[in-house]
Nanobody, 121 residues
Framework: QVQLVESGGGLVQAGGSLRLSCAAS????????MGWYRQAPGKQRELVAD?????????ADSVKGRFTISRDNAKNAVTVYLQMISLTPEDPAVYYC?????????????WGQGTQVTVSS
């Protein structure tokens, strides 16, 4: 199993920046990809950005050029960051970290508890 713990959310003014962190522990060597999703009230959870173990990245159109996902592979830990700049009133949501990994029965997804991002206008 893979456990995920997010941090870094908070309140920021429109145009400001935040950096989210997600620390993965457990079966980190089986992680294929990690990513960030977000869910605003009344909306479905959507992909924000993801990054493969090889470093390939993918972004939602709405955040391209403003958000950057990166991954730090340490010896016994994996941390994924989401640097967010030029935040707009469309960005507030609960942001969830996600990991896709190979479990004993096949490909499995793990989710963090979520971190709130609030943008004031």
């Amino acid at each position: 199993q893979v456990q995920l713990v997010e941090s870094g959310g908070g309140l920021v003014q429109a145009g400001g920046s935040l950096r989210l962190s997600c620390a993965a522990s457990g079966s980190i060597f089986n992680i294929n990809a990690m990513g960030w999703y977000r869910q605003a009230p009344g909306k479905q959870r959507e992909l924000v950005a993801d990054i493969t173990s090889g470093g390939r990245t993918n972004y939602a159109d709405s955040v391209k050029g403003r958000f950057t996902i990166s991954r730090d592979n340490a010896k016994n830990a994996v941390t994924v960051y989401l640097q967010m700049i030029s935040l707009t009133p469309e960005d507030p949501a609960v942001y969830y970290c996600n990991a896709v990994f190979l479990g004993p029965t096949g490909v499995v997804q793990s989710w963090g508890q979520g971190t709130q991002v609030t943008v004031s206008s």
